[in-house]
């Protein structure tokens, strides 16, 4: 009996059980079989054979709600990319093959020459960003249920009663495991591909590295999963050396010839151990985090990356939070008159004819990228994410953290419940139409990390951050609640309306003990140009709850309402010449 003349659901069954048994790679050899398989593989007469291989191993994406990437889903491209990425990371993270370099008369000290020659940019791009799609795409949460005592804890009493009937922490996960994240855990399993990881804790890479797209795919990774260091090396006698010594950590002779070009050379001498990678890695993201010039206009003042002043048909709407005055969330800068931060749509004609003249060209850099132009930096919010988790395990923190960072916490719809389901808020404003799609209101948690501004000051100008800096954090109570609705910053989610909050939350006097020390809150929740959210958030001084002293800018973890939290980054609302700046990792807790 041949194998062709089975029946075809048969051989569609095979081939869905050997996706199923871990064995992906097989359909593909089977369609090589002949031509008649060929075609039942690639040229299937409708969607249904792809979709059952797909589900077989990865969640249903249309279970999704807030994910771009549920609608119009093609399964068959979508698997056979995920695949690829499974080989590319099992072929890649293998143990980094290294040549040690010993010190003279020592065979116990010893730096390694890595070689970045054999990282493939564009690869490895594409295969972070199949990681990326994989945890938005994963079974949204079980929700929360809300506590018996949810109103007093928002609406009524005071934050200190909020602080101590919460927990520090979220609650753990009830769900049902999701495919995707047992999936994401297998490729990750060894880690990261060396190079990759390597490529986040070097000793002073270029400042043009950040910009480009596989540093962005990679700081996304590491802002969802964590730092982690390269564990296993291989120390090679055969491997390439240098064609000549070059200075530790600095780009050697083959650096113009580097197809890396981010600062490094395609071999670099490092000391490999773990605890160097971390420190290394530490020293990096607080280069990053606390560097003052990093504050700008054109980032909205937040980790986002830098919008270039002059765009065709730049045009700013009048209801666009952080677009005019008007708002009550968005702080002008010094100096700056209210007709010179709004324009008009009936304005974006003249705008675009008088492009060419010097006053125009300085109005339209006195006006914050719109929200439609505003994209995560994601090598920024990663060295968040690398300190913030430094200094919760130097506090004492680690077991927490350790499910804090657990990766089904990535996955959407924790916080959030259908508007059937949602808290009904009596001190809403009337005329006012919305749900809580981000599951804003509730009892917060934020961790502050900040340096001493001398200490920031210092740094700046010899260019570096010692090792053994003071850094300070806190972990801060925060309550937020809906006050109103707006339309959506972005048009091209008419679903979901701009939340506006208040609420208080802890200073940087807050004591667990005495508590005291509470600040005003007020803000906006929004979704910005490429889906992702947005938490643009004013802080008062200590007590004169109508003076706002801090803005704060962050961005959301993984899929929307996730147990996650977001990062984030703080700085003077004012937005003056010098003012500090910091980052800070929050998460909901009721």
């Not at 593909?28 to 039942?40: E, G, W």
């Not at 809300?146 to 769900?175: G, K, Q, T």
């Not at 501004?453 to 972990?475: C, K, N, R």
Request: charged share 25%; aromatic share 10%; proline share 7%.
């Amino acid at each position: 009996m041949s194998i062709l003349s089975l029946p075809l659901d048969i051989t569609e069954n095979i081939l869905v059980f050997a996706a199923a048994g871990g064995h992906p790679t097989s359909i593909a050899a089977f369609a090589q079989t002949c031509r008649h398989y060929r075609n039942l593989v690639y040229r299937p007469i409708d969607y249904r054979l792809w979709r059952e291989i797909f589900l077989s191993t990865f969640d249903d994406p249309r279970r999704c709600r807030f994910s771009n990437a549920a609608g119009n889903f093609d399964w068959a491209t979508e698997f056979r990319q995920r695949i690829w990425a499974l080989l590319y990371f099992r072929q890649h993270t293998k143990p980094l093959s290294v040549q040690k370099v010993y010190a003279l008369r020592s065979r116990r000290n010893a730096l390694s020459l890595v070689d970045f020659s054999k990282l493939d940019k564009e690869d490895s791009n594409r295969a972070l960003d199949v990681l990326s799609s994989v945890v938005a795409t994963a079974a949204p949460c079980t929700p929360y249920p809300s506590p018996d005592n949810i109103r007093s804890l928002i609406h009524e009493n005071d934050l200190e009663y909020a602080h101590r009937r919460s927990p520090m922490f979220p609650p753990p996960d009830v769900s049902d495991p999701s495919l995707n994240m047992i999936w994401l855990h297998s490729v990750l399993e060894r880690g990261l591909p060396p190079l990759l990881s390597v490529t986040f804790s070097l000793e002073s890479p270029d400042p043009q590295w950040d910009k480009i797209p596989i540093a962005q795919a990679l700081g996304k990774m590491i802002a969802s999963i964590g730092y982690m260091p390269v564990h296993e090396l291989l120390e090679d006698p055969a491997a390439p050396a240098p064609r000549s010594s070059p200075q530790r950590g600095r780009p050697g002779p083959s650096a113009r010839s580097s197809g890396l070009n981010h600062g490094t050379a395609d071999i670099l001498e490092l000391d490999m151990t773990e605890d160097a990678q971390q420190a290394r890695a530490r020293r990096l993201a607080r280069q990053r985090v606390y560097d003052m010039g990093y504050l700008s206009r054109r980032r909205h003042w937040g980790p986002f990356l830098y919008v270039p002043p002059l765009l065709p048909s730049m045009s700013i709407r009048s209801d666009t939070p952080g677009s005019s005055t008007s708002d009550s969330d968005y702080v002008p800068h010094e100096g700056t008159s209210s007709s010179a931060m709004s324009v008009s749509s009936t304005d974006s004609g003249r705008t675009s004819s008088h492009m060419s003249s010097a006053a125009e060209r300085r109005r339209l850099r006195l006006i914050p990228p719109t929200a439609e132009q505003l994209i995560p930096d994601w090598t920024w919010l990663a060295a968040v994410r690398v300190l913030s988790e430094f200094n919760m395990i130097e506090k004492g923190y680690s077991d927490e953290l350790k499910e804090l960072r657990a990766r089904d916490r990535l996955r959407e719809g924790s916080w959030i419940r259908e508007r059937s389901q949602a808290f009904q808020n009596d001190s809403l404003q009337e005329g006012t139409e919305g749900w809580d799609w981000a599951g804003v209101e509730g009892v917060w948690r934020r961790c502050v990390s900040w340096l001493d501004y001398g200490d920031v000051a210092i740094s700046q100008i010899h260019g570096q951050f010692p090792d053994d800096l003071q850094e300070e954090m806190l972990i801060v109570p925060l309550r937020l609640r809906i006050v109103r609705y707006s339309p959506p910053s972005v048009a091209a989610y008419p679903g979901y309306p701009d939340i506006h909050v208040e609420g208080e939350m802890g200073g940087a006097g807050w004591n667990d003990v005495t508590a005291g020390d509470v600040r005003g809150l007020k803000g906006t929740v929004s979704i910005i140009g490429d889906g992702s959210v947005r938490w643009s958030i004013f802080s008062s001084e200590a007590g004169d709850l109508d003076q706002w002293q801090w803005s704060s800018e962050a961005v959301q973890l993984g899929g929307v309402g996730s147990s996650m939290g977001m990062l984030g980054l703080w700085t003077g609302a004012s937005h003056d010449d010098m003012d500090p700046i910091g980052a800070f990792w929050q998460w909901k807790v009721a």
